[in-house]
């Protein structure tokens, strides 16, 4: 079981790290999430914590913003402090950060230089959708020193993005991946949702002929997945539309892997591809590998050395805190070893490498053992100590996990 840490009270007292999260502070890879949660509007699937709104009291507004999150960069450079960890990945992220200007953004990335050391080979990725980006902006990114940008394409048929309530044209999403290459970005991903109400054969593969026809070097694709208290959930629920199908989704992901694998991407994680391994999102990567990582922002979630930490959801609330001068953290867990072990198998089966059989209980090892039998995990890689997913076993990948940790 998980055990709680009340770090705030009434009223609120500094949130401090104990001694055991900072054992391996200094060897441990460690990256910054920055969330940034405006948004022009809610898209219908989206459960995310955005808000639409600028008018959500003083400081939790877009041009207050970046003056919010640059105030809990610097929290975290007091916490971490005084050997404080070197950055190897920034991430911003939503929501819709390229709704904030393009000075906002570089003014939080140099505040992370300031009061951070910073690997020189960093990797800074913001998200944007197709919309919320121009050449200048994109070239102000560019200039601050992002790296890398994930754009938040979906589909190309009109009417799919219509049912994800999404704003763009269709062909938008490749112009502004042409507009980011041109103003310098090396490295670009193009997100795809998967299955939405609607969708046809046709429309998934002309998705992909898109894609493809784009400068990017990473893609994203990922089932659509109805969550409750949605408008998608809701219209659901109504018989407006129908639940996606998993027979239709399980055929999808094959035509994506067969369709990228061809154009020369290789799947590095069960919903990621890359052109290689400097195309990987590294930031993401730290995820995987349970590392260390400080989330900015309202509802953001951090993790350093077991310990997992998460802010108060709302923006005036989280600029109420920092303005008083107290840490935004609503909450903490301290991860027991059961956890921490249990979290690897969940992150490191997903992964193209898989994980060491080691990892795995007694019983953990046998059931690996009947999963190769089922064609589920490969022979092979058995042979030699791992557990690693076939192409059948990605499909299943979930309920693979699940009989490895049960």
Partial sequence: MNTALPLMESPA????????????????????????????????????????????????????????????????????????????????????????????????????????PVDDDVEVTTEANPESVSPASLARLREAGFTRISLGMQSAAEHVLAVLDRRHTPGRAVEAALEAR??????????????????????????LDAVLASPVDHVSAYALIVEDGTRLARRISRGELPMPDDDVLADRYEVADTTLRKAGFDWYEVSNWATGDAARCRHNEL???????????????????????????????????????????????LLTDADRAMETI????????????????????????????????????????????????RLLADAVIRDLTD
């Fill in 182 to 207: 041109a103003a310098g970005f090396e490295h670009l991903n193009l997100d795809l949702i998967y299955g939405a109400p609607g969708e046809t054969d046709a429309d998934w593969a002309a998705s």
């Fill in 287 to 333: 995820y995987w590998a349970n590392a260390n990582w400080w989330g900015v922002g309202p509802g953001a979630h951090s993790h350093v050395g077991g310990l997992r930490w998460w802010n108060v959801k709302h923006p005036a609330a989280y600029a109420d805190r920092l303005t008083a001068g107290v840490s935004p953290a609503q909450d903490a867990e």
């Fill in 346 to 393: 969940m992150l490191g089966l997903r992964l193209r490498e898989g994980l060491p059989l080691s990892a795995l209980s007694a019983t953990g090892r046998l059931r690996a053992d009947d999963a190769v039998g089922n064609g589920l995990l490969d022979a092979t890689a058995r042979e030699d100590g791992r557990a690693v997913l076939t192409d059948r076993g």
């Fill in 13 to 116: 007292r500094s949130f401090a790290l104990p001694e055991s999260a900072r054992e391996g502070l200094a060897a441990t890879p460690f990256g910054l999430y920055v969330h940034v949660p405006f948004c022009a509007t809610r898209c219908g699937y989206c459960d995310f914590n955005t808000y639409t709104s600028d008018e959500l009291g003083p400081g939790a507004n877009r041009t207050e913003y970046a003056g919010t999150a640059i105030a809990e960069v610097r929290r975290a450079a007091e916490a971490l402090g005084p050997d404080l960890p070197t950055v190897s990945t920034v991430f911003v992220g939503g929501g819709t950060p390229t709704l904030l200007p393009a000075d906002d953004l570089a003014a939080v990335l140099a505040a992370v230089r300031s009061l951070f």
